[in-house]
């Protein structure tokens, strides 16, 4: 590389090199920034995901077991099919009606 001599040399480190230096201070930094970002998300996804699984595997099937006493239970009160089902009717009449006062 030829040389231009000292005036070339003072402009290209008070003006050139500090420019270039802050471009790539600024450019690592920001790609630095955008990976680290990427990578928390997925952690996150995957955390979540586990975490589901887990809950699923553990708790499923107690959860349903428990529901299904529940149920069995509810037909020894004597309680009958045609009530359990007016029941539910009611009371999906009642979200309606509630979801409606909201709007």
């Known amino acids: 590389m030829p040389h231009h001599g000292l005036a070339t040399d003072l402009i290209d ?3 050139f090199q500090p420019i270039f230096v802050s471009t790539i ?3 690592t930094g920001w790609a630095i920034q955008e990976y680290v970002s ?3 998300s997925a952690i996150i996804q995957d955390l979540k995901r586990r975490a589901d699984d887990t809950a699923s595997a553990l708790y499923r099937e107690p959860l349903l077991a428990a529901g299904y006493m529940a149920m069995a239970r509810a037909g020894r009160l004597g309680i009958g099919n045609e009530m359990l089902e ?3 009717r009611n009371v999906e009449q009642l979200c309606a009606i509630a979801g409606s006062d909201r709007r």
Do not use: D, G, H, Y
């Open 13 to 15: 480190e008070a003006v």
């Open 25 to 27: 201070e600024r450019t």
């Open 38 to 40: 990427q990578r928390k």
């Open 86 to 88: 007016r029941l539910s």
